[in-house]
């Protein structure tokens, strides 16, 4: 295995780093998070303010009068527009509206009269977290980082709610040590100038679904342009995946249009009905001056490859290890062939495309309208009609759903239908976790009831933040292991400001059983040709998972041996192993193992870490 190192991964596309108050205190507590490689950046008294790691490449700062701003990560923003803002601040609020409005996806971190503002994104790809060290209050950008400097072991109740099918919100979006807390991606974090108090102030609301398709797709477009310009402008070579769908193919259309020379990079499918290499092929026609290259079918690595061997310091479970190697497997070959940065079209799906549930109102406000189009559903998705009368019918408020979820967490699967039109997929336990952890994982969803509000009052709009939320959860850790790998990647469409103008767009427009994404090919039309827009599928991988479930089950069965989860008391180890020699069990298929073994490769990760680094 691959030694661990705190320093892994530090060149662009990494950063990560701890915001300190400007107290005398405050120093000594800083050289908690002094690594070898690490930065520091200072208050104008010369106390540590950021210390972490990040490249020059990523990071602009200005000064004026008492007031000093940080952005860090991938935004076009000038030193002396920064200057500026800086110059106008009289109180950290104010840093909301630039906030909404700048390009790209970084950390905004503000010090103005012995306060500190930080602020990650509301896409949940960039986050916040905090804590109280030795009396100082110190924000950071990862958990694990906070967790380390007070010596805390994972909270068991917390690791049994990431056994959850699925876990859902907020309880994802929970720390896994419970003295560290998250910041809501909405919200920014400001500590006093006594260096202790600490409050939440919300910066980002969504935008109501109101806006017509044909105003929206001007907007969407110049926000697309935006999000590929502010990757490219620097011009050299930049790789992008193209899949042959419309959300790779735009990005890889966009890039064209750059200073950017673009290497586009295909995967073909191993299944013979997989038709990405063929769509690949028509966009290529289009983009004589991109560098095409097609992988080996044969060489993609399976889904579940190198569980045992990822040593990446993540700071909560992902089920993004299932596709790492899938994932990182590539990017040498495109940074062999100068690439400095690799766009993906991830993320196309949750905004281009959007949740089923807005029927769920629609069928309330336009019947008619949502009944037509309800029929085109349950064409689509085999929907039973009593179930689908049922999931309209079910107007239980959030915070009910989830209690009642609470008492069911071993009931079979829901109905797919239940799914799409209700507050999101019901969270299941399987027969491998044990009675103590489900007590754990129930007493946390009874908790969240009491007090939880949706992200937006419709039905469709909250699972559609949900699902970006949680995905962003699994690409922030990909974009850390790809950076480690050596070519960082990046994903326009879960930039804020691409969100939002998706976000905007009236449902009735947006989603239909009748056009597949017609918000993106609408935006696209003009910049994507009219043959490449026509496509309305998109590959699986399912071949890919069915076949790494058999010809990885060694790894699975040494997975389980010695098993953390189970040392704690959270599942059956013997359940899992007899799992693991069945692999093609009924129900494996769905992805129900995903969240156990990501929570395991997670503490094994964390064990070795502890044990190798100093």
């Not at 940065?341 to 029927?359: E, F, K, M, Q, R």
């Not at 990909?478 to 905007?504: C, H, K, N, T």
Request: proline letters at 7%; one cysteine or more.
């Amino acid at each position: 295995m691959t030694e661990l190192h705190e320093s892994a991964g530090t060149g662009p596309g990494d950063a990560h780093f701890a915001v300190l108050p400007d107290r005398e205190d405050a120093a000594a507590v800083a050289r908690s998070f002094a690594r070898p490689g690490s930065r520091t950046l200072a208050h104008a008294s010369g106390r540590p303010w950021l210390v972490g790691h990040w490249h020059d490449d990523e990071i602009v700062t200005a000064s004026a009068g008492s007031a000093t701003l940080a952005v860090i990560g991938c935004c076009p923003v000038e030193a002396a527009q920064l200057r500026r803002m800086a110059a106008r601040l009289r109180d950290l609020t104010e840093l909301d509206a630039p906030a909404r409005s700048l390009p790209g996806s970084f950390h905004l971190v503000a010090a103005l009269d012995g306060q500190v503002r930080v602020q990650g994104t509301a896409s949940g790809l960039r986050l916040v977290f905090h804590t109280e060290i030795d009396g100082v209050r110190v924000a950071a950008t990862r958990a694990d980082t906070l967790a380390a400097a007070l010596g805390l072991d994972p909270d068991p109740q917390e690791l049994a709610v990431r056994l959850l099918w699925p876990a859902p919100y907020p309880l994802f979006e929970n720390s896994l040590w419970r003295p560290v807390t998250a910041v809501p991606p909405q919200d920014a974090v400001i500590v006093a100038a006594d260096g202790r108090t600490v409050r939440h102030t919300r910066w980002w609301t969504p935008p109501e679904p109101v806006r017509p398709l044909a105003e929206a797709a001007p907007l969407i477009r110049t926000a697309l342009e935006e999000a590929v310009g502010a990757r490219t402008r620097q011009g050299g070579v930049v790789s992008c995946d193209l899949s042959g769908g419309l959300d790779s193919t735009s990005i890889c259309f966009l890039a064209d249009r750059s200073p950017a020379h673009v290497v586009a990079s295909t995967w073909p499918g191993r299944d013979p009905a997989d038709t990405d290499l063929q769509w690949a092929e028509r966009a290529i026609k289009h983009l004589p001056d991109v560098e095409h290259v097609v992988w080996d079918a044969d060489a993609s690595p399976l889904v579940y490859e190198d569980l045992l061997g990822i040593d990446d310091l993540l700071d909560e479970p992902t089920i993004g290890v299932m596709d790492r190697s899938r994932v990182l497997h590539h990017l040498p070959g495109l940074a062999a062939r100068g690439s400095r940065l690799h766009l993906t079209g991830i993320g196309g799906d949750h905004v281009a495309w959007c949740s089923d549930a807005y029927y769920h109102r629609l069928v309330r406000t336009r019947p008619l309208f949502a009944l037509r189009q309800l029929r085109g559903y349950r064409a689509l998705w085999q929907w039973p009609l009593g179930d689908t009368a049922r999931a309209l019918a079910d107007s239980r408020p959030y915070g009910k759903w989830l209690a009642d979820g609470a008492g069911r967490l071993r009931d079979p699967l829901p109905s797919s239908v239940a799914t799409s039109l209700g507050w999101g997929m019901a969270p299941r336990l399987f027969d491998w976790v044990t009675p103590e952890a489900e007590r754990m994982a129930r007493r946390a969803l009874l908790d969240a009831a009491a007090t939880a509000s949706p992200l937006h009052p419709d039905r469709g709009l909250h699972t559609d933040l949900e699902q970006i939320r949680s995905c962003t959860r699994v690409i922030r850790q990909w974009d850390r292991m790809a950076a480690r790998a050596g070519l960082p990647m990046a994903s326009p469409f879960f930039d804020d400001r691409v969100i939002e103008a998706f976000l905007a767009v009236r449902p009735s427009e947006r989603v239909t059983p009748w056009q597949y994404k017609p918000v993106l090919s609408a935006a696209m039309r003009g910049i994507v040709p009219e043959d490449c827009l026509r496509r309305a599928n998109k590959a699986t991988a399912a071949m890919d998972a069915a076949n790494g479930l058999r010809h990885h089950r060694g790894d699975l069965l040494a997975l389980w041996e010695g098993s953390r989860l189970e040392a704690l008391g959270l599942v059956d180890g013997d359940e899992l192993r007899r799992l693991a020699v069945r692999p093609t069990s009924p129900g494996l298929s769905d992805a129900i193992l995903y969240s156990t073994i990501a929570a395991e490769v997670w503490l094994r990760g964390l064990s070795h870490s502890r044990a190798r680094t100093p």
